[in-house]
């Protein structure tokens, strides 16, 4: 619903599916009005300085259609005109009370909705407001009409959103994996096979959910649809592959569905103040769609417990990261490398999202997550601060495994991996470097939980999701990631969330703190404040491979990347895997002095890891290999074999033995910027 212009003018104005000719000027009539000491501020409202010195009624209007009135705190605040839109009930305007519905506006140009209100209200039932770079917005209302009032005031955020975003990055990644332009059939297919099943699955609220965004941002329903099914669906294709033995093309898409993830959790015996603080990093893919749209989701339905979620544009329901008003904590991990799906389960976020409306405790939380049977693989982390209770609930669709930590407990720290023996089972190491982090990051993560226990705050448990790992390599264990888009840190006993601001990763930043019972930003409570130590050129060169992920991963300018990790291999010298990276890139560009270079600056520092180093000299054989250096490369692939290593990295040596690396191949390489590696060698 959008105005122009300020002067006398005839416009017409949307409201629903009704349109609606309003005529308005600037008067100077008195209105009778219940909500004069309505405060712009307190909503929100971004107010233009307008000569005018009270408020007025510009038109009355049929029932069930507008009137436009300027607000009379313009006669308490001269220099301010908040406008507004009223539905009326009654064919004459006879105040607030006649009204079905006020629409907050601002005299702009041009004029656009900030929020609602219901009928006398002081405050709106939906509205949207900015805190540095993040989006805060309460909705309200049925499942249709929270995720509605969301597409509304985020119309432009949804668009260009993750839920979008993920569908055209999953294609681009299909390509890469080796079908090209088969990608354009698989596709749809997938979404017509697959896709279908899974969004059969889905409940009522989360069809109304998908179709209410729909609705209010004006992307088109399959669009949307597909993004929320994506997930699911491309887990169980990848499952298919590693069941019947193609572990490459699996292994490929995984960078299609990395939900990496870290929750660090301090309670009751773990803490300063027997508090509970739940902080969590989500590691995804959309490093540029991710932060640029992030935002915190007050919701307040009408079937259930008020909930924050913090997530991004077009992301409306609250089963991934959230906290209720009863005191429970949500975070969602996944689990990638298993054969254990099954289709004609719920996919994820559904089931987090009843949980955050229905339970009050650990207790009613396992009773709900116990009701669904998952698509795929997933952990979810409950706390429970009346309690003071940890609910770890691992799943797949064959089993489920409940473990539950008490006040002496105190601390626990969490990463991809399953602790249940059978189903770590079912889990497979197809991937060294993704899975060596997993290991690192949880390890990592109850090491620095354990080192402060007793004493932990949320200024603590902020850092312990903001560190950067092992000294020696920014990359190898860093519980900050490149790809971390999302940090947060709950004290659900005092209904507080603090939210990372800035780029990823987002744990090492400024956090912001918002509280559920007041809805909306909470500036009387300190920032959290993470990463503010680091020493200036560790920091800018970090951001310099940052940029190098964005260029390669999500902009496909590899020449661009290769111009930014230069820049970090300045910065940053003793870090083998910026040179390492940059050398990959450099050979697929067909620069191959400069990636010769690269490797040898990698290998003269070394690496924690043997595999690492290993692949050091594979690469190196290969670069050799294409500059017509056959007997130094075959020298490399034999000291490849010399090291242990990932067996596909082993393979690729052998391989290399008996057959020269060709410049076509160079130009195949397609790196994974997250973990600088090259996933299938």
């Known amino acids: 619903m959008v105005a122009t212009g300020v002067e006398s003018k005839t416009t017409r104005h949307r409201i629903g599916d009704r349109a609606v000719s309003t005529v308005y000027q600037m008067a100077a009539v008195g209105v009778g009005m219940t909500t004069a000491n309505y405060r712009g501020s307190s909503v929100g409202l971004t107010i233009v300085p307008v000569k005018v010195t009270f408020g007025t009624l510009l038109t009355t209007c049929r029932p069930g259609l507008a009137s436009l009135y300027l607000h009379p705190s313009a006669h308490t605040n001269p220099g301010f005109l908040p406008l507004g839109f009223m539905l009326c009930d009654s064919g004459v305007f006879g105040g607030p009370s006649c009204c079905s519905e006020f629409f907050v506006m601002t005299m702009s140009s041009p004029l656009s909705v900030v929020g609602s209100l219901r009928p006398g209200s002081s405050r709106p039932k939906y509205w949207l407001k900015r805190v540095g770079d993040i989006r805060v917005l309460k909705v309200s209302g049925s499942h249709y009409e929270m995720a509605r009032q969301h597409g509304e005031l985020l119309k432009e955020d949804v668009a260009s959103g993750p839920i979008p975003y993920f569908r055209t990055f999953v294609e681009r990644t299909l390509r890469r994996a080796g079908l090209g332009p088969a990608t354009r059939l698989f596709w749809p297919a997938l979404e017509k096979t697959v896709g279908k099943k899974v969004a059969q699955a889905l409940p009522d609220f989360a069809l109304e959910s998908i179709r209410g965004l729909s609705d209010g941002s004006g992307v088109p329903y399959p669009i949307l649809l597909g993004g929320s099914t994506m997930p699911d669906s491309l887990m169980w294709v990848v499952a298919r592959l590693n069941e019947y033995g193609g572990h490459g093309p699996a292994v490929a898409h995984r960078m299609a569905l990395g939900l990496g ?9 773990g803490t300063a103040d027997g508090k509970m603080y739940h902080a969590r990093n989500l590691d995804y893919h959309g490093v540029k769609s991710w932060p640029s749209s992030k935002a915190v989701i007050f919701h307040e339905p009408d079937d259930g417990y008020r909930f924050v979620s913090v997530a991004a544009a077009g992301v409306t329901m609250g089963g991934v990261t959230a906290m209720n008003e009863a005191g429970v904590t949500l975070t969602v991990h996944q689990h990638m490398f298993t054969d254990r799906t099954a289709l004609g389960g719920i996919p994820i976020g559904v089931v987090g999202d009843i949980v955050m409306r229905k339970a009050s405790s650990a207790d009613e939380a396992l009773a709900i997550l116990e009701q669904y049977r998952p698509i795929a693989c997933w952990t979810y982390l409950v706390g429970d601060s009346k309690h003071k209770e940890l609910l770890c609930f691992e799943e797949n669709p064959e089993r489920r495994a409940a473990l539950r930590l008490g006040p002496e407990d105190g601390v626990f720290g969490y990463a991809n991996i399953y602790l249940d023996p059978q189903l770590g089972a079912s889990e497979v190491n197809l991937y060294g470097s993704y899975w060596r982090h997993n290991h690192g990051r949880h390890r990592r993560a109850n090491e620095l939980l354990e080192q402060q226990k007793g004493q932990h705050t949320a200024l603590s448990v902020a850092h312990v999701i903001g560190d950067t790992g092992d000294p020696r390599c920014r990359i190898r264990d860093s519980i900050a990631m490149v790809m971390t888009v999302g940090s947060v840190v709950f004290c659900p006993d005092d209904q507080m969330v603090w939210v990372g601001t800035g780029e990823a990763p987002t744990s090492r930043s400024v956090y912001e703190p918002f509280s559920l019972t ?33 260029a390669y991963t999500e902009d496909g300018q590899a020449e661009t990347a290769q111009t930014c990790l230069f820049h970090a291999c300045e910065l940053m010298p003793n870090q083998a895997l910026y040179h390492f990276l940059y050398g990959v890139l450099s050979l697929k560009l067909g620069e191959w002095a400069k990636a010769d270079v690269a490797f040898d600056h990698a290998l003269a520092l070394g690496h924690p890891d043997p595999e690492r180093v290993a692949s050091f000299y594979l690469w190196r054989g290969r670069c050799r290999d294409v500059m017509g250096q056959r007997d130094n490369a075959i020298r490399d692939y034999r000291s490849t074999l010399g090291h242990y290593a990932d067996p596909p990295v082993h393979r690729a040596a052998r391989k290399g033995l008996k057959s020269v690396f060709s410049a076509r191949a160079a130009k195949s390489v397609h790196p994974d910027m997250g973990l600088a590696d090259v996933i299938t060698p």
């Open 518 to 550: 007041g809805c909306d930003h909470h500036p009387q409570t300190p920032r959290l404040a993470v990463g503010t130590d680091e020493p200036k050129p560790s920091a800018v060169a970090f951001e310099w491979y940052r940029r190098a992920y964005v």
């Open 261 to 269: 993830c870290t929750s660090a959790i301090a309670w009751g015996s």
